[in-house]
């Protein structure tokens, strides 16, 4: 238990500097004058398995593509959809049109000045291509209306259709016409970012270059999540592609690189002191989660999986698979955001209750069965929250298996009906988007995590994004985490935190969902 | 000699057939492939099947292999899935980086290892032989990966000499190529001339122990040329073939050495693919590294007939 206490007073010792580096980015500038040029060079461990914006969801991807491309509408800081590209959004009284004005004057990488046709190829194109098309889904047509405005006419009224539209998952780009026609990954990567593309080498870097004709967006006085107004003062960004973190760490202790998008959470507490460098905490970056099979025995059985949920300790897994950078909460929103269902679960949460556990085996008729727990190499806090599962469901007498693959393996595996049993997943991106979001993996029309479906929670989805107001929806939400812990089919461990750190050169870096190297520059 | 070369190089080709027929086998029979890559997590089963059926894998084993082979024969390896270029320019362009790599360490392992085997011979039981080989023995135990991260703190971090990865090409910068080519090269010639070390300590004792060298310093020839002209001459055929089995060796082993300090090398791109499923990729790219190491065990066959005058009649 000693090292947990460890970890956790590490967590703490390591928050609070997150927390002063966070206060410090956000509070008003001291005049700190920002200096135009110089080369940055940010970090990450893989290659982007594309650079075309709208056809991936993959992270490594999102980091660059965020600074080349833009969408008419975006998150802002706290998760409401902003408008970018659009001037705004006229949604008709029955919901069914929604008119989009487009910003004036704003100019793509190749000159040309982006216009209603862009806009419709573009969103045409993503329904082809589009790694999250399912979210035009609800849009019949789009019909060009002028020069600066299309016009979206709905199958049918979706009061939550803006906030999916402003999803940076797969994001909604907006690029040339000519790319209307294009597959996936062959447009020209031409957007109307602050940043152009300049050239990809697999497994070394990709770079991208200020694009000095970029049309800021004045309505801001500064960046605001994927939108605000936006100022490349860097000539060029490497993004530098080194795939072992000891090498990464090295790097920038030598200062080769400025930023790597995540450092070890022990190579952050040897540095925690260094003068040269930053560490920058994300405390919201994923859930940790623990998904069954609801399909096959035992995992079938509502009481077996309730024994699982109330014989896991929480703390001990989030402080061995995060490395101790984590926060225990049971919520399937974080706290405090909009939709918050309060204390409801908070009962089976981290409860650890070894007997509670042994009596509801024994009324789910558990025979020893074995419980394949499947998991990946390839995600470290997936592998390390699957060892200590294991142990602590073996405490109490389940016969728990792990069988680790790598992921692409896995991913086939829970594709499969049978064959595992519970399965470790982070989910990074879906907390972030908010209720939808997160929810949609679970249920029908898409094949829930848990394999099979259960028709209240899939009703209860459908009440979502139909739900008129914000009120309407946050009740919703409850009867949805209230369900959650009715089923069991998915356990919430916690939420895990990812570091960044950089070169203290580096200024004016908050962190994000992706690495925004725009508004930040170098200084001597 | 051309007929010999003739005869390898014929004998080549049911080598890396079966290469690519055991590649396609074994990737057939691993599970997943690149469609859960491209649909993402949340792809529905309609989502993955339809990208199986753009990219033809949901076509049974032998169509696709008949497909690929039937391509191979007019030279062309096919698209890779993800790097958006065909698989020739993919291998092609990352070519370079790692036979560099291979080949620095090799002529690296092939110097220092023969020394310290040329060192612990002639000076056989003293302390400089079992220094000698305590040093080679260390460098075979320890992990290339691990090695690899205590050079880049010593000389990238702490001392600050060397960068701690990254590849500059020749044509860009030759100083910054050399920089760049210095640690890793240096990290797999370290980890490899153990083996190098130990065959020419042994081979020289062989050698050194014969009438003809008692012979030559009974003549009062200089112990230089004893031991280089007629030592280690005659000691070279057992050195060259396991310098011919190292550059097998080094050719894998650069896979972790690129992994380690970024180098955009062949065994990075090959791994990847295999992480990924790029199925092309991985088939093309091996095929060429086995044409690579048919070619190097070539290159050493023509060096034993060098090194042994005999060798020429035999061929």
Same mark, same amino acid.
């Given at each position: 238990m000693n090292i947990h206490r460890k970890l956790a007073s590490g967590l703490r010792s390591l928050s609070a500097v997150g927390v002063i580096a966070l206060a410090a980015a956000f509070s008003p500038a001291p005049a700190q004058a920002q200096v135009k040029g110089g080369e940055l060079v940010v970090v990450q461990g893989s290659n982007p398995p594309s650079l075309d914006g709208m056809s991936t969801s993959s992270q490594a991807s999102r980091n660059i593509n965020m600074n080349i491309y833009e969408t008419l509408y975006g998150f802002s800081e706290d998760i409401k959809p902003i408008p970018i590209l659009a001037e705004g959004v006229d949604i008709s009284e029955d919901g069914l049109t929604?008119? %989009?004005t487009l910003r004036k004057g704003v100019l793509f990488h190749n000159g040309d000045e982006m216009n209603a046709r862009d806009v419709k190829a573009s969103l045409e194109r993503y329904r082809r291509v589009g790694a999250t098309k399912n979210l035009l889904a609800p849009v019949k047509d789009i019909e060009i209306t002028g020069?600066?405005?299309?016009?979206?006419?709905?199958?049918?009224?979706?009061?939550?259709?803006l906030e999916a539209f402003s999803s940076p998952r797969a994001p909604a780009i907006i690029i040339p016409e000519e790319d209307g026609d294009t597959e996936a990954g062959k447009n020209s990567f031409i957007g109307t970012g602050p940043y152009k593309f300049v050239e990809y080498v697999p497994d070394d870097h990709v770079t991208i270059e200020r694009f000095d004709d970029y049309s800021q967006d004045l309505r801001s006085d500064g960046i605001d999540g994927f939108g605000g107004k936006k100022t490349a003062w860097l000539d060029r960004v490497i993004f530098r592609i080194i795939p072992e973190p000891g090498a990464q760490v090295a790097a920038l202790e030598a200062g080769e690189v400025d930023i790597l998008e995540q450092i070890p959470m022990p190579a952050a507490r040897r540095l925690e002191s260094d003068p040269d460098i930053v560490l920058h905490e994300n405390a919201r970056w994923a859930f940790t989660t623990f998904i069954f099979n609801t399909n096959v025995p035992p995992s079938d059985n509502v009481k077996f999986r309730e024994a699982v949920q109330v014989a896991l300790n929480m703390e001990e897994i989030m402080a061995i698979s995060s490395e101790g950078l984590y926060t225990l909460n049971h919520r399937w929103q974080y706290e405090g955001t909009t939709y918050d269902p309060g204390q409801i679960g908070a009962e089976y949460y981290n409860q650890a209750d070894t007997e509670r556990a042994k009596a509801l085996l024994e009324e789910a008729g558990y025979n020893g069965e074995e419980f394949v727990i499947l998991t990946d190499s390839n995600i470290p806090q997936h592998g390390r929250s699957a060892v200590v599962i294991a142990e602590q469901l073996k405490a109490i007498g389940i016969n728990a298996v792990i069988n680790q693959v790598d992921w692409p393996t896995a991913l086939n595996i829970r594709m499969?009906?049978?064959?595992?049993?519970?399965?470790?997943?982070?989910?990074?991106?879906?907390?972030?988007?908010?209720?939808?979001?997160?929810?949609?993996?679970?249920?029908?029309?898409?094949?829930?995590? %848990?394999?099979?479906?259960?028709?209240?929670?899939?009703?209860?989805?459908?009440?979502l994004i139909k739900g008129e107001t914000v009120e309407a929806r946050q009740e919703t939400f409850k009867k949805i985490q209230t369900r959650l812990y009715e089923i069991f089919a998915i356990i919430k461990v916690g939420d895990s935190g990812l570091m960044h750190a950089s070169r203290a050169s580096?200024?004016?870096?908050?962190?994000?969902?992706?690495?925004?190297?725009?508004?930040?520059?170098?200084?001597? | 000699?051309?007929?010999?070369?003739?005869?390898?190089?014929?004998?080549?080709?049911?080598?890396?057939?079966?290469?690519?027929?055991?590649?396609?086998?074994?990737?057939?029979?691993?599970?997943?492939?690149?469609?859960?890559?491209?649909?993402?997590?949340?792809?529905?089963?309609?989502?993955?099947?339809?990208?199986?059926?753009?990219?033809?894998?949901?076509?049974?084993?032998?169509?696709?292999?008949?497909?690929?082979?039937?391509?191979?024969?007019?030279?062309?390896?096919?698209?890779?899935?993800?790097?958006?270029?065909s698989v020739l320019g993919a291998v092609m362009e990352r070519l370079p980086v790692t036979l560099s790599l291979a080949a620095i360490a090799l002529m690296l392992a092939t110097l220092m290892g023969m020394l310290l085997g040329i060192l612990a011979s002639v000076r056989h039981n003293t302390w400089l032989d079992q220094g000698a080989m305590v040093t080679a023995l260390i460098g075979l135990s320890i992990p290339d990966f691990w090695f690899g991260i205590v050079m880049i703190i010593l000389f990238g971090v702490w001392l600050g000499w060397l960068p701690t990865g990254g590849f500059v090409p020749l044509s860009e910068d030759p100083v910054g190529w050399a920089r760049s080519m210095v640690l890793p090269s240096l990290t797999l010639a370290i980890t490899q001339m153990g083996v190098i070390a130990r065959m020419t300590r042994s081979a020289m004792l062989d050698v050194l122990g014969q009438d003809y060298i008692r012979t030559?310093?009974?003549?009062?020839?200089?112990?230089?040329?004893?031991?280089?002209?007629?030592?280690?001459?005659?000691?070279?055929?057992?050195?060259?073939?396991?310098?011919?089995?190292?550059?097998?060796?080094?050719?894998?082993?650069?896979?972790?050495?690129?992994?380690?300090?970024?180098?955009?090398?062949?065994?990075r791109l090959i791994i990847g693919a295999i992480q990924r499923r790029d199925f092309p990729i991985i088939q093309g790219g091996l095929l060429i590294t086995a044409c690579v190491f048919v070619f190097v065990n070539i290159l050493v066959d023509m060096a034993y007939a060098w090194f042994d005058p005999r060798g020429r009649d035999d061929s």
């Open positions: 929604y008119v %989009f020069e600066y405005e299309v016009t979206f006419h709905m199958v049918e009224p979706t009061p939550t259709f499969q009906d049978e064959g595992w049993n519970g399965w470790t997943l982070q989910m990074g991106i879906e907390p972030y988007l908010g209720p939808v979001g997160l929810i949609a993996t679970l249920t029908s029309p898409a094949r829930p995590h %848990f394999v099979k479906p259960d028709p209240e929670l899939d009703a209860l989805y459908q009440e580096v200024k004016g870096f908050i962190p994000f969902r992706f690495p925004r190297v725009y508004d930040i520059w170098l200084e001597d | 000699m051309i007929r010999f070369l003739a005869y390898r190089l014929l004998s080549a080709i049911p080598v890396l057939f079966v290469v690519s027929l055991v590649t396609f086998l074994i990737m057939w029979l691993v599970p997943g492939d690149i469609s859960a890559e491209i649909g993402g997590i949340d792809a529905t089963p309609a989502d993955l099947a339809a990208i199986r059926e753009r990219l033809g894998l949901d076509r049974p084993l032998w169509e696709r292999a008949l497909n690929w082979y039937g391509a191979l024969f007019q030279g062309d390896l096919g698209q890779s899935y993800t790097l958006n270029r030559a310093r009974a003549k009062g020839m200089r112990a230089r040329t004893v031991i280089f002209r007629h030592g280690l001459r005659n000691a070279m055929i057992p050195i060259i073939t396991v310098v011919g089995v190292l550059s097998g060796v080094l050719l894998s082993g650069a896979v972790v050495i690129e992994t380690v300090f970024s180098l955009p090398g062949v065994g």
